[in-house]
T-cell receptor
Framework: GAGVSQSPRYKVAKRGQDVALRCDPI?????LFWYQQALGQGPEFLTY????????KSGLPSDRFFAERPEGSVSTLKIQRTQQEDSAVYLC?????????FGAGTRLSVL | GENVEQHPSTLSVQEGDSAVIKCTYS??????FPWYKQELGKRPQLIID?????GEKKDQRIAVTLNKTAKHFSLHITETQPEDSAVYFC???????????FGSGTQLTVLP
């Protein structure tokens, strides 16, 4: 079946612009995670959803970052007033239990 | 929270040789340890994982060992092939969401 799908794959934004990144998890997966991966580093946790409930947002770096999963399926990560330090790959993972399955990510470049 | 340290950061081996990557973790409550392989520009792909109730798990050329007392786990790849070249990440779960804390990665290069 289809894996985790993320769009767009690449996004270039001017500093100060708002961006929205989409994640389509594997159908039926209750858990959904967002991670941020800087160049040459491991992914770092941003936020977690169980169905539509955002149960942990302790990793969001500032109040410019916002995530939602209104119907317990597709999730959107929104970054307001983007800054250069937001440039990274944003990964989404979904899980039926222990194992997390990752999407290919959105590479965000803020100029 | 969890702290995961991974060594080495780069590893070059000749094709056919073995490769070993080591990780340590800090949270004694961690009970699940996955290893991911990430090729350039691609998604992290789970290659093997181990639960805390076993000490070793093997899948063809890949094995993972776990020492809960010492809080370390290792990835072993035997008979390496050029297609094994990638960045490998270890991880351990933490927090109420069991989100993964990743090591800093090992760039494995298999020389033909």
């Amino acid at each position: 079946g289809a894996g985790v799908s993320q769009s767009p794959r690449y996004k270039v934004a001017k500093r100060g612009q708002d961006v929205a990144l989409r994640c389509d998890p594997i159908s039926g997966h209750v858990s959904l995670f967002w991670y941020q991966q800087a160049l040459g580093q491991g992914p770092e946790f941003l936020t977690y959803f169980q169905n539509e409930a955002q149960l942990d947002k302790s990793g969001l770096p500032s109040d410019r970052f916002f995530a939602e999963r209104p119907e317990g399926s597709v999730s959107t990560l929104k970054i307001q007033r983007t800054q250069q330090e937001d440039s990274a790959v944003y990964l989404c993972a979904s899980s039926p239990g222990y194992i997390q399955y990752f999407g290919a990510g959105t590479r965000l470049s803020v100029l | 929270g969890e702290n995961v340290e991974q060594h080495p950061s780069t590893l070059s081996v000749q094709e056919g040789d073995s490769a070993v990557i080591k990780c340590t973790y800090s949270d004694s409550a961690s009970n699940y340890f996955p290893w991911y392989k990430q090729e350039l520009g691609k998604r992290p792909q789970l290659i093997i994982d181990i639960r805390s109730n076993v000490g070793e798990k093997k899948d063809q050329r890949i094995a993972v060992t776990l020492n809960k007392t010492a809080k370390h786990f290792s990835l072993h790849i035997t008979e390496t092939q050029p297609e094994d070249s990638a960045v490998y990440f270890c991880a351990a779960p933490t927090g109420s969401a069991r989100q993964l804390t990743f090591g800093s990665g090992t760039q494995l290069t298999v020389l033909p």
